[in-house]
């Protein structure tokens, strides 16, 4: 069994003890393998010893994830312009489950984000319906029309259809299990002024 199978079977038992998670999407019933081409980013070596603290309930995806990285096909989205040099040094995700990741579903789009330390993830906003569920370290999120909010390993934040919304990551590594759902599925996020 791949390393990537484990992460995905690691995810869905985190995603099924969850009412949180399941109570936004169930677990998609139509993810199919693909064939992918391992790709790393700047984090991708250091993931395996960077401090990533969980709780009991993320700690195994954080696990099997160190495990995974360097099979994983990572992506960064942003350019240097977009969001600058510092930032695309610590960051980067990799899409699990939807229509372009590690396995196929129409249906949801589950990503595993890793921010670094002190980053502002500027104001940017998609067409999918989000939720973040926090698996290691905290992150303070501000969305246009709601009240900011720290989030912890185990907790989460949703945001709306294209509703604007800003990630500050505190003095530890930030790492997010994010659902998208709806409208939007295969689109980009981008930047935006709220
Ligand atoms: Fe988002």
Not at 114 to 140: I, K, N, Q, R
Not at 163 to 174: E, G, S
Request: charged share 20%; glycine share 8%.
């Amino acid at each position: 069994m791949s390393e990537a199978i484990r992460l995905l079977h690691a995810v869905q038992r985190l995603h099924l003890v969850s009412s949180e998670l399941t109570g936004y999407a169930p677990w998609p019933d139509d993810v199919q393998a693909r064939k992918i081409r391992p790709t790393p980013c700047s984090i991708t070596r250091s993931l395996g010893s960077l401090p990533l603290r969980g709780s009991r309930i993320t700690a195994p995806v954080i696990k099997a994830l160190r495990r995974a990285a360097p099979e994983l096909e990572w992506r960064q989205t942003y350019s240097k312009e977009d969001v600058g040099a510092r930032f695309l040094d610590t960051y980067g995700y990799i899409e699990l489950f939807g229509p372009t990741g590690h396995f196929r579903s129409a249906k949801l789009r589950g990503y595993i984000g890793y921010w670094g330390p002190d980053l502002t993830y500027d104001w940017h906003a998609h067409e999918a319906e989000e939720l973040y569920f926090t698996l290691a370290g905290c992150a303070v999120f501000s969305a246009k029309g709601a009240t900011n909010v720290m989030v912890r390993p185990g907790e989460a934040r949703a945001h709306e259809s294209d509703q604007p919304h800003l990630m500050i990551t505190l003095d530890q590594p930030y790492l997010a299990y994010v659902l998208w759902r709806g409208n939007g599925l295969e689109g980009l996020p981008r930047m935006v002024t709220p």
